[in-house]
T-cell receptor
Framework: GQQVMQIPQYQHVQEGEDFTTYCNSS?????IQWYKQRPGGHPVFLIQ?????EVKKQKRLTFQFGEAKKNSSLHITATQTTDVGTYFCAGRSGGSNYKLTFGKGTLLTVNP | GAVVSQHPSWVICKSGTSVKIECRSLDFQATTMFWYRQFPKQSLMLMAT?????????EQGVEKDKFLINHASLTLSTLTVTSAHPEDSSFYIC???????????FGPGTRLTVL
């Protein structure tokens, strides 16, 4: 079955440093989504990437979708303490059931 | 964004009892609802996908007779954990999507503890 691998599992940074998490799928994806889960909370949708090579920005967050539509990354510039949480990528490989396969997530902690 | 609620937010029960968790989409009609389980510090594992008025599709390894899913309307899905055991203790999260969008809107989750 489809597998989505995400690295690193944990990342601790000083406030102001950059952060990147990477996602790799075993199969070609129709789209990839990114979610953020704060400690004790539930996942919140951040963005969806659909096109090969697509790059989207949300303020300090930059999302990329690989040319082969099998990998993706999330980069945060100049992290803030409010960025703390687990970032999940979730890939969909097509079909009509809209099932997402989640990566294991990257827990980001930020030292003020 | 769309709002999805879950009830209860937490539950503690004795081993052998059944627990029902409700998932409601509050301001939209959900064509599909999903049930996930999340163990501490782990990712979300999809348990089943349900469409209103039809039987749920369970993921491999998920016992359909143990985790009963009912999706009676476009705004409500229920998950019943039957004869719960301590190993069923987990964070259960539902999500919903409606036809125009691919994104899923997650409920706040239900933390189940089985003693």
């Amino acid at each position: 079955g489809q597998q989505v691998m995400q690295i690193p599992q944990y990342q601790h940074v000083q406030e102001g440093e950059d952060f990147t998490t990477y996602c790799n799928s075993s199969t070609t994806l129709s789209n990839i989504q990114w979610y953020k889960q704060r400690p004790g909370g539930h996942p919140v949708f951040l963005i969806q990437l659909v096109k090969s090579g697509e790059v989207k920005k949300q303020k300090r967050l930059t999302f990329q979708f690989g040319e082969a539509k099998k990998n993706s990354s999330l980069h945060i510039t100049a992290t803030q303490t409010t960025d703390v949480g687990t970032y999940f990528c979730a890939g969909r490989s097509g079909g009509s059931n809209y099932k997402l396969t989640f990566g294991k997530g990257t827990l980001l902690t930020v030292n003020p | 964004g769309a709002v999805v609620s879950q009830h209860p937010s937490w539950v503690i029960c004795k081993s052998g009892t059944s627990v029902k968790i409700e998932c409601r989409s509050l301001d939209f009609q959900a064509t599909t609802m999903f049930w996930y389980r999340q163990f501490p510090k782990q990712s979300l594992m999809l348990m089943a996908t349900s469409n209103e008025g039809s039987k749920a599709t369970y993921e491999q390894g998920v016992e359909k007779d143990k985790f009963l899913i009912n999706h009676a309307s476009l705004t409500l899905s229920t998950l019943t954990v039957t004869s719960a055991h301590p190993e069923d203790s987990s964070f259960y999260i539902c999500s919903a999507r409606f036809s125009s969008y691919n994104e899923q809107f997650f409920g706040p989750g239900t933390r189940l503890t089985v003693l």
